[in-house]
């Protein structure tokens, strides 16, 4: 059982590459979510999804895409890398469609766009 | 929508001493507060949480307690030790628009001096 496992762990991007990231669980989790963190903000929802086939923004969506086509992955897509989307990501997946249930995370990514 | 404040930003305690952050929430309709704590270069775990029908949890050193009345929640950690060397983050959901999700503060840096 690898709970939640993020590919890749370290990418460097030049400005106006594109890459995703791949979030897979095997955990039959309904939720997944994208998160970036950056020092002094904390994590930072950038897109969600509620279940196979649905997406929807988080607080921070913009120059990001992201699809769910099978239930256990979770895609995030960067068209054109941006020195600012230099992050650390995270996913996250939970059981529940009631938000108020554990949310489990992956080892993070840590993308740097030069 | 959902806003979530937390302080301090940093805490830098001796070893044995307690500690204690603080949330504060926006959305009255909130009723489920988790706290995660990240290790460095780890991702986010959840160490405790509380939902709006008690006042106050705890698990061995660490509590949390809630005041609803002043939407304001507090992870309080009892006789401090190194390992607990780490950054902690609240969190509180949204419930606005379609889908409900969960929103995180910015987290707090806690240094543990042995």
């Known amino acids: 059982n690898a709970g939640v496992t993020q590919t890749p762990k370290f990418r460097v991007l030049k400005t106006g590459q594109s890459m995703t990231l791949l979030c897979a669980q095997d955990?039959?989790?309904?939720?997944m979510y994208w998160y970036r963190q950056d020092p002094g903000m904390g994590l930072r929802l950038i897109h969600y999804?509620?279940?196979?086939?649905?997406?929807a923004k988080g607080e921070v969506p913009d120059g990001y895409n992201v699809s769910r086509l099978k239930k256990q992955n979770f895609l995030l897509g960067l068209e054109s890398a941006a020195p600012s989307q230099t992050s650390v990501y995270f996913c996250?997946?939970?059981?529940?469609?009631?938000?108020?249930?554990?949310?489990?995370f992956g080892q993070g990514t840590r993308l740097t766009v030069v | 929508g959902e806003n979530v404040e937390q302080h301090p930003s940093t805490l830098s305690v001796q070893e044995g001493d307690s500690a204690v952050i603080k949330c504060t929430y926006s959305?009255?309709?909130?009723?489920?507060f988790p706290w995660y704590k990240q290790e460095l270069g780890k991702r986010p775990q959840l160490i405790i949480d509380?939902?709006?029908?008690?006042g106050e949890k705890k698990d061995q050193r660490i509590a949390v307690t809630l005041n609803k009345t002043a939407k304001h929640f507090s992870l309080h950690i009892t006789e401090t030790q190194p390992e607990d060397s780490a950054v902690y983050f609240c969190?509180?959901?949204?419930?606005?628009?379609?889908?409900?999700?969960?929103?995180f503060g910015t987290g707090t840096l806690l240094a543990v001096q042995p």
């Open positions: 959305d009255s309709a909130s009723n489920y």
């Open positions: 955990m039959n989790h309904e939720y």
């Open positions: 509380i939902r709006s029908n008690v």
């Open positions: 999804s509620v279940g196979e086939g649905t997406t």
């Open positions: 969190a509180a959901p949204n419930y606005g628009g379609a889908t409900n999700k969960l929103i």
């Open positions: 996250a997946s939970s059981y529940s469609s009631n938000v108020d249930t554990e949310a489990f």
